[in-house]
């Protein structure tokens, strides 16, 4: 059973309980239905409270049914809730946490509803591609009126109840820490007789100009929706409530709700929920593995990326310890973390109480003695193995038994800087991204000898950090770099070939990249590919890359940090501006080659790029490098500005369909610089097998 009915005095209590968050699946709903019938049918029964189990009255619908014949399957979540309203006895919801998607639906359907203060009140579905399919966008507005039932659906922010607590959306709010159950069944019991039964459906949505409500709320969204769909039908539903009777009100959302459900976008934002949550099981690593307790840390290196990191660790609230090789970088590394928390004041996201308390956990030194103590160190120093291996060496000299010792290389071999300590069960990769106070990837690199409570320690710490934490095996460039590195290469070629950087962002943005590789590169600093392609070219003298980025290099265009790159800037502006002396050095180049220049489509640009991603996720993937293919989607969509409704380079190709892209790549291999295009064997497999990556 997935709900529990007990009876108390004149009252049936029924408790969903489908653990963890009672999502409304087939089983859940039947047992509902069947408790609801079983309090209609019960002499002694006068009310009915609904509730639900462990954290949650409910998540909602349950959204891996989306794909199967089990979400039409009878009772539907519709049924439940048309079973609940036409009760003859009354009806409560008791919400004492989440209420969220179907579960509020459910709740809207009820004659009654009271809350804690603390419960969150959400209809989340626009997050997922889709709007409230079960009446939330027809009762909300009957409830809320128009204006908050639009914020709600549209954004899809959970709101406390209390919040809430002046509309009719509920009939109390407690107090905190009041006992809900209790109290709902003493309001059961206050309305047992009350007749006729409140219905939300009764109610009118009014508006004093409705007219002007929709012109606006259709304009509105039109700009902030961008390229979703999901947004704008809330909108088509919401002015339905407005302007048509209920149930064809609900007709209206039904229709938009099921055309959503089967877009592209949806698909992928769903794969993305499941796919954030996957993410952090690891096979060989149960749950209930012991953790080290981390109450502070550490961090060895300044400069931007150390004390982006630090300012992570003052966030959640944990001491932490900058070192420094010298004062002066020391106290601009310090300087920076109070200047970026500055900013946040002025944006209002930040008070300056709170700038205040997160600097006091931040301190400097220059003494590695005084971090002795420190639960983790994370090591963010120069990207050179003699460089970290020496600040490795330091560390195990003063580190107590027991500490972390993580480094934040991006490409590094993590075995090579274990095997420096006498103590590689306690190193492990921690890689974070620039600015790494605000990107969510944090890629945990899992090394040969990496002990398996450190690795579940890292995993809790990403989410004590608000990460997102991706397990990657040791490898050049781990998940995120190795990919990155085919992907520019081919930015390379097409510039070599008749592109000019400006047309390969443009392409790719469209396609829906936060940014294209070059105004990427210009941001994070040209000079560090450069230095990583040099030590490449000792260690892969076949890998061949188009030059340009090198002659860009040679010429001091760094990016926006020297105030040229790819693209020019004027101080103080970040716009990129084409330069004319940069596509002139490409046109050279190609000319010193002997490259016959092209018109390159974007449709050409966006295959290159794209499926260069993919050809080297699918060799990581069958490397063991990546635990599985939606982990390769996570380090894209939260590192690299993938975009979220294409799912990630892998549950994009999987849409793409597997044989178009062999087809594809085979294309491309029979061209210039065809040896970067052999395709990865787990590829050629699963097209022929006519599988998907992502199951
Ligand atoms: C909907 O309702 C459509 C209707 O309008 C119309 C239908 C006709 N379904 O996040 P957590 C799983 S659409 C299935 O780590 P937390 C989750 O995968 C739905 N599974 O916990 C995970 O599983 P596992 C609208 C779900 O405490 C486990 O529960 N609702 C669902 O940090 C724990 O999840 C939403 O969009 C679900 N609905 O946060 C709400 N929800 O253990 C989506 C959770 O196997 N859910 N799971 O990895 C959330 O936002 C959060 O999960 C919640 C709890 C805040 C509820």
């Not at 109610?203 to 947004?231: T, Y």
């Not at 490409?411 to 069960?425: F, M």
């Not at 050049?476 to 770099?481: A, R």
């Amino acid at each position: 059973m997935s709900a529990d009915y007990e009876v108390r005095g004149n009252v049936a209590v029924i408790t969903l309980n489908n653990p963890p968050v009672n999502g409304l699946g087939l089983e859940t709903r039947s047992a509902a239905v069947e408790a609801v019938r079983k309090a209609g049918m019960d002499p002694a029964v006068k009310a009915i409270v609904l509730t639900g189990a462990g954290k949650a009255f409910s998540g909602g619908a349950d959204i891996r049914e989306f794909n199967s014949p089990k979400a039409l399957t009878e009772p539907t979540l519709h049924t439940l809730i048309s079973t609940v309203e036409s009760s003859e006895k009354p009806v409560v919801a008791a919400i004492h946490s989440v209420a969220m998607g179907g579960g509020l639906e459910l709740a809207l359907g009820c004659n009654y509803r009271v809350a804690t203060p603390e419960a969150q009140i959400a209809l989340p579905e626009v997050k997922l591609g889709i709007l409230p399919g079960a009446g939330g966008t027809q009762r909300m507005p009957r409830l809320v009126g128009l204006e908050q039932a639009m914020q709600m659906i549209t954004t899809g922010t959970p709101v406390p109840a209390e919040a809430l607590a002046g509309t009719a959306l509920f009939d109390e709010v407690y107090r905190p820490g009041a006992d809900l159950l209790a109290s709902a069944i003493a309001f059961a019991n206050k309305v047992a007789d009350l007749r006729p039964l409140p219905k939300v459906r009764d109610r009118k949505v009014e508006h004093a100009q409705p007219e002007l409500f929709i012109s606006q709320a259709r304009e509105g969204i039109k700009k902030a929706a961008g390229p979703f769909p999901a947004p704008v039908a809330c909108v088509e539903a919401l002015i339905a409530a407005l302007t048509l009777p209920f149930e064809e009100g609900l007709k209206v959302e039904r229709e938009l709700f099921l055309k959503l459900k089967e877009t592209n976008e949806s698909k992928s934002l769903r794969h993305a929920f499941f796919a954030e949550r996957a993410a952090s099981k690891i096979p060989d690593v149960p749950a209930d593995t012991p953790t080290r307790k981390i109450a502070s840390a550490a961090v060895i290196g300044a400069g931007t990326m150390g004390g982006g990191i630090a300012m992570n660790f003052a966030n959640a609230g944990i001491p932490v310890t900058l070192l420094e090789m010298k004062q002066e970088a020391l106290d601009k590394g310090l300087a920076t973390i109070r200047k970026n928390y500055e900013t946040s004041v002025k944006r209002g996201k930040l008070t300056q109480d709170k700038l205040e308390q997160r600097m006091q956990l931040v301190t400097g030194t220059l003494a590695y003695e005084d971090i002795a103590q420190a639960d983790i160190t994370i090591e963010a120093v120069f990207e050179d193995m003699a460089v970290k291996t020496e600040v490795f060496r330091q560390l195990d000299k003063v580190m107590k038994p027991g500490a972390i010792l993580a480094t934040n290389t991006s490409t590094l071999d993590v075995n090579k800087i274990a095997a420096v300590t006498g103590r590689p069960q306690d190193v492990i990769g921690l890689h974070f991204f620039s600015p790494a106070n605000v990107m969510k990837l944090l890629e945990i690199v899992r090394g040969a000898k990496t002990g398996k409570d450190v690795l579940a320690t890292a995993m809790a710490l990403s989410k004590k950090l608000k990460k997102t934490g991706v397990v990657a095996g040791v490898c050049d460039g781990f998940i995120g770099n190795r990919m990155l590195e085919q992907y520019l290469r081919q930015a390379g070629f097409l510039l070599d070939e008749g592109c000019t950087p400006e047309q390969v962002d443009k392409a790719i943005e469209k396609f829906g990249f936060a940014m294209g590789p070059f105004r990427m590169s210009d941001l994070a600093g040209n000079d560090v590919g450069w230095y990583i392609r040099k030590r490449r070219a000792i260690e892969s003298p076949e890998l061949v890359y188009s030059k340009t980025a090198d002659l860009l290099c040679e010429k001091g265009r760094f990016g926006q940090k020297t105030g040229a790159g790819w693209y020019d800037y004027k101080p103080g502006d970040r716009h990129a501006y084409p330069s004319q002396l940069v596509n002139d050095m490409i046109v050279e180049y190609a000319r010193e080659q002997g490259i016959e220049r092209r018109k390159i489509s974007d449709e050409e640009i966006i295959e290159r790029l794209v499926y260069a991603l993919v050809n080297e996720g699918a060799k990581i993937l069958e490397e063991g490098i990546a635990l599985r293919a939606s982990d390769i989607d996570m380090v894209y969509l939260t590192g690299y500005g993938f975009p979220s409704w294409r799912g990630g380079p892998m549950f994009y190709a999987d849409c793409v369909g597997l044989p178009n892209v062999l087809q594809a790549i085979e294309k491309y291999g029979r061209g210039r610089h065809g040896e970067a295009w052999a395709p990865a064997p787990l590829l050629v497999r699963l097209a022929v097998e006519g599988k998907r990556f992502n199951g």
